[in-house]
């Protein structure tokens, strides 16, 4: 078989159109990076990504990177949708998310201890539609110039000490790097050579579309059983977990209707008719992540990089914060405006977050098998949520409220997401951060700052004027990706900036070559 050769060098190549493949194309796009993503699916719209199925909950640090961006003004679900699982009573607590299926309740969380959190601040969550926000993400990156090839999935590649050359059955694409956003069972891993380690899955999940003959005989909501767990958010939508260690999942035995009805009677203890499967999937709690993230010139994000249950919906926050991370660092070092040690840089800090969430979906499923233990364990958990301090720990873990990454102890903020400061012209700095710029906040207007922040030509932008609310703060060093690289509550210190200045970015006469 003849391969054809496609004569253009792209700075980066990203296998998957998925919301992580697609922004971190429109960062890569945002700071002049040439980009191709291939997408073996020919059609973006699948009847999985549209509600409730598609339905996901962003996270505090996923709201602030596209409100960063200039994207959030976009989404229009959660502006009409509050909370479409939750059928309330008039009057009832709003349930602010949950842990193995245990509701914590936006009126038990004390928001005073989450003292970086602004009146400004954008909010600690939304939900939004897959289709929806990939729709936003596809418009954004197509008026960047990301160049968007569907019906091309990847069957392998090579890599040089100079680019990667990426096949797609008979034709062929040159870039500097490849990214892997392709997904749990991606190619760009296995291909790779990386090592996926963790746990084997507890259960089989299903989510299905049914017509239901008699669906007064299920509860709305969800519901755990002795035999496992049904919930029926809207009528006909239908989630089940069904604790067979995963056997059918990966029996790969064909969906029926029979198979299903089945399993939702033995779950739900009833004897529900299904007239009609309409839509349905099959999914299990596997959790495994890469025990690196980048090999060479290829890199992993994303499901790619890291899988566990959906339980919670933290999937796609984490794999939106990957793309975050890793788009400026690797378009610095593309443009020759930081040295390859930054690329590390993405591995150290995302790996460990991408742990905690896998420990955070085995720590659900230990407390929702059916069993005595487990119910012992779920009982315990009930009360803690139900507590004022339990209540907001567990959601600024779901929210993402207290995410940081180890850049020291100098500071309770550093490497933590900016706060949303406004300024007292009524201008946020999450409004200055539209064009993926480093900030340089200084809220004394230092001459020193501005001179230094000059050096840096158009890698930093430096913003100074007095904010509503300043938290004792006199100026902040901030990432492109919104995270603190340096901040002072006194006269700064001139030599410690430029340290961390050096170490983030670096000055056009010391451009690399």
């Not at 159109?17 to 960062?27: D, R, S």
């Not at 193995?100 to 928001?111: E, H, P, R, S, V």
């Not at 064009?435 to 840096?456: M, P, R, V």
Request: proline fraction near 4%; glycine fraction near 10%; include cysteine.
């Amino acid at each position: 078989m003849k391969t054809t050769q496609n004569q253009s060098i792209y700075d980066v190549i990203i296998a998957g159109a998925g919301p992580v493949g697609l922004f971190l194309g429109c960062e890569l796009a945002l700071a002049k990076c040439t980009v191709l993503i291939l997408e073996k699916a020919e059609n973006p719209h699948s009847p999985l990504k549209q509600l409730p199925f598609g339905i996901r909950g962003l996270n505090a640090l996923s709201v602030e990177a596209l409100y960063r961006r200039d994207l959030l003004k976009d989404l229009e679900l959660h502006k009409r949708v509050k909370n479409p699982h939750q059928n309330t009573k008039q009057g009832a607590q709003r349930p602010g998310g949950h842990f193995a299926g245990i509701q914590f309740l936006d009126a038990n969380i004390d928001t005073s201890q989450w003292k970086y959190r602004l009146p400004s601040s954008t909010d600690t969550n939304l939900i939004t539609e897959m289709q929806e926000l990939e729709t936003v993400l596809i418009r954004r990156a197509e008026s960047l110039g990301v160049e968007i090839k569907r019906g091309l999935a990847i069957t392998g590649f090579h890599q040089t000490p100079d680019g990667v050359t990426v096949q797609s059955d008979e034709q062929s694409f040159q870039g500097k790097y490849l990214v892997g956003c392709d997904g749990s069972r991606s190619v760009v891993r296995k291909t790779g050579g990386f090592e996926f380690a963790g746990t084997e899955p507890e259960f089989t999940g299903y989510s299905t579309l049914l017509d239901i003959t008699d669906p007064e005989k299920l509860k709305p909501g969800r519901n755990v059983t002795d035999k496992g767990m049904y919930m029926q958010s809207q009528p006909g939508y239908v989630l089940l977990q069904d604790f067979d260690g995963g056997a059918f999942h990966h029996s790969k035995k064909p969906l029926t209707l029979e198979h299903v009805q089945e399993v939702l009677r033995r779950i739900s203890n009833t004897d529900v008719t299904i007239s009609a499967l309409r839509t349905a999937t099959t999914w299990t709690d596997r959790a495994r992540q890469a025990t690196t993230y980048r090999n060479g010139r290829v890199f992993l994000a994303g499901d790619a990089a890291h899988i566990h249950s959906p339980l919670g919906g933290q999937g796609l926050n984490l794999g939106l914060g990957d793309a975050m991370n890793l788009g400026w660092k690797l378009a610095a070092t593309i443009h020759g405006q930081a040295p390859e040690s930054l690329l590390d840089s993405y591995y150290t800090e995302r790996y460990p977050l991408g742990a905690q969430v896998l420990d955070w979906s085995r720590a659900q499923i230990a407390i929702m098998k059916p069993g005595t233990t487990a119910n012992a364990l779920n009982t315990i958990f009930r009360d803690l949520i139900n507590t004022r301090d339990g209540a907001t720990y567990f959601a600024s873990r779901v929210w993402g409220i207290n995410t940081h990454y180890n850049l020291g102890n100098n500071h309770p903020l550093l490497g933590r997401s900016i706060p949303n400061f406004e300024l007292e012209n009524g201008v946020t700095i999450g409004e200055f951060m539209h064009q993926g710029q480093g900030i340089l906040l200084d809220f004394d207007s230092n001459a020193s700052l501005k001179t230094l922040a000059g050096e840096y030509g158009n890698q930093i932008r430096y913003v100074s004027g007095r904010a509503k609310e300043q938290l004792g703060l006199s100026a902040l060093l901030i990432r492109p990706d919104g995270f603190i690289a340096w901040t002072s509550d006194q006269d700064p210190d001139l030599a410690e900036i430029q340290r961390a200045a050096e170490t983030w970015f670096a000055a056009p006469h010391y451009k690399l070559t």
